[in-house]
């Protein structure tokens, strides 16, 4: 083999090596997909979104068995300690974003407020790119509906954004890609 093919040889094993070492992403590479009534995709540009969570608590349950234990059997009803898990869990998230002149967010949270919680129920997708700006990772988030509604204090001095938040409840959270 000469030197020339030697490092082809080299840099095609280097290339095919990194091709199978998962792409760490990043952050800020996100889009969160939430439909309303009355909304266009302008509507849903979110600066920041947290509280992405599925828990499940751990039950640890001491049962004492038949089995003897200690000097010569004396003693009784060795306690065995078993952890078992629990029902999932769900956080909830917080949806962070720019006030505009939409009211699509009130009016969702006002419909909830007034009852019809189970009608305005939706479907909330996070999806996160690479950096060649394909859909790597995907997450669903289903049973999605206001639980406050918040915005940022105001101040004369200030020269920040006026921040309009949500906090959504949901009942399911699974990675679908």
């Excluded at 090596?17 to 979110?46: K, M, W």
């Excluded at 909330?124 to 669903?140: G, K, P, T």
Aim: net charge neutral; hydrophobic share 35%.
């Amino acid at each position: 083999m000469t030197n020339y093919e030697l490092r082809i040889t080299n840099y095609l094993t280097v290339v095919q090596s990194a091709s199978r070492i998962p792409e760490v992403l990043t952050a800020h590479r996100f889009y969160l997909e939430l439909t309303l009534e009355g909304q266009n995709d302008a509507n849903c540009f979110f600066l920041e979104c947290q509280g992405f969570k599925r828990t499940q608590e751990v039950i640890e349950i001491s049962e004492v068995t038949s089995q003897t234990w200690g000097k010569k059997g004396q003693s009784k009803g060795q306690v065995v300690r078993t952890k078992l898990p629990s029902n999932p869990k769900s956080g909830n998230l917080t949806l962070r974003r720019g006030t505009t002149n939409s009211m699509d967010f009130w009016k969702w949270f006002e419909k909830v407020e007034k009852g019809n919680w189970s009608e305005q129920r939706r479907l909330v997708a996070l999806s996160i790119y690479n950096q060649a700006n394909q859909e790597i990772a995907r997450f669903e988030l289903a049973g999605a509906w206001p639980a406050s509604y918040k915005i940022a204090d105001v101040n004369a001095r200030s020269h920040d954004i006026e921040i309009e938040e949500v906090e959504v409840a949901f009942e399911e959270f699974k990675r679908v890609k």
